[in-house]
């Protein structure tokens, strides 16, 4: 996948997201968890480090490009556009402060771009500057960001879904408890850290959760 329009057809598949991070990993290193996301059949994930430095961030994006691609996964950097593109990443998630969006299409072109949005003035901006995809959330309370935003809990979805043209992902807090909650409120592209980085069998954790939003699509 190397075209824009491949990776935009790759990512429709898309059900369960995985993010990761090491620190909340219960030891287990990144490349451990990716083994067992892929073991457990998601198609995509995100490379999401917030304490490396950017050359060791380099150096694991490269390892991860290598497992991904083999594997057929899409590979999203979180943050770093600049590691994104050197390591051949399929694309790259921006949170509110990162790199402005339009800055960022014009350095990456066929790059897949997600934005981070807190609520619907935001989801609409990011949509009209040509996301590719955003994220609403925090759905629920969560403990991995590093400056806390308030959890918008699953009404923000039914909110903010109605008004988009581009696919969307939610994210905060989700785990095998509440996931359904999200699915109720239209969500078919989940992400998740803990519940995949902390589980026990991480492809277990994987298969479970693309099990539920999979049942629950075959009931819509």
Same mark, same amino acid.
């Given at each position: 996948?190397?075209?824009?329009?491949?990776?935009?057809?790759?990512?429709?598949?898309?059900?369960?997201?995985?993010?990761?991070?090491?620190? /909340?990993?219960? $030891?287990? #290193?990144?490349?451990?968890?990716?083994?067992?996301? &892929?073991?457990?059949?998601?198609? @995509?994930? %995100?490379?999401? *480090?917030?304490?490396?430095?950017?050359?060791?961030?380099?150096?694991?994006?490269?390892?991860?490009? *290598?497992?991904?691609?083999? +594997?057929? !996964?899409?590979? &999203?950097?979180?943050?770093?556009?600049?590691?994104?593109?050197?390591?051949? +990443?399929?694309?790259?998630? !921006?949170? %509110?402060?990162?790199?402005?969006?339009?800055?960022?299409?014009?350095?990456?072109?066929?790059?897949?771009?997600?934005? #981070?949005?807190?609520?619907?003035?935001?989801?609409?901006?990011? /949509? /009209?500057?040509? +996301?590719?995809? @955003?994220?609403?959330?925090?759905?629920?309370?969560?403990?991995?960001? /590093?400056?806390?935003?308030?959890?918008?809990?699953?009404?923000?979805?039914?909110?903010? +879904?109605?008004?988009?043209?581009?696919?969307?992902?939610?994210?905060?807090? &989700?785990?095998?408890?509440? &996931?359904? %909650?999200? !699915?109720?409120?239209?969500?078919?592209?989940?992400?998740?850290?803990?519940?995949?980085?902390? =589980?026990?069998?991480?492809?277990? =954790?994987?298969?479970?959760?693309? $099990?539920? @939003?999979? =049942?629950? *699509? #075959?009931?819509?």
């Amino acid at each position: 996948m190397n075209t824009r329009s491949e990776r935009l057809s790759a990512f429709a598949a898309v059900d369960l997201y995985p993010v990761t991070d090491s620190s /909340q990993s219960l $030891g287990r #290193s990144d490349e451990e968890i990716l083994d067992g996301i &892929i073991a457990g059949g998601a198609r @995509i994930v %995100q490379l999401r *480090e917030k304490h490396l430095s950017k050359r060791d961030l380099f150096a694991l994006a490269r390892r991860f490009r *290598e497992t991904t691609a083999a +594997a057929g !996964l899409l590979l &999203i950097v979180n943050d770093h556009l600049d590691v994104a593109l050197a390591c051949g +990443a399929d694309g790259v998630h !921006l949170g %509110q402060d990162d790199l402005p969006l339009a800055a960022a299409r014009q350095l990456a072109p066929e790059l897949i771009i997600g934005v #981070s949005t807190h609520d619907l003035p935001q989801a609409l901006a990011a /949509q /009209q500057d040509g +996301a590719d995809y @955003i994220n609403i959330g925090p759905i629920f309370p969560t403990g991995t960001k /590093q400056v806390p935003t308030p959890p918008r809990t699953p009404d923000a979805i039914r909110e903010v +879904a109605p008004h988009l043209t581009i696919p969307f992902t939610v994210m905060g807090g &989700i785990n095998r408890d509440n &996931i359904g %909650q999200v !699915l109720e409120a239209g969500a078919r592209k989940v992400a998740v850290v803990t519940a995949v980085t902390t =589980a026990p069998d991480v492809a277990a =954790a994987v298969r479970e959760l693309r $099990g539920l @939003i999979l =049942a629950h *699509e #075959s009931l819509g």
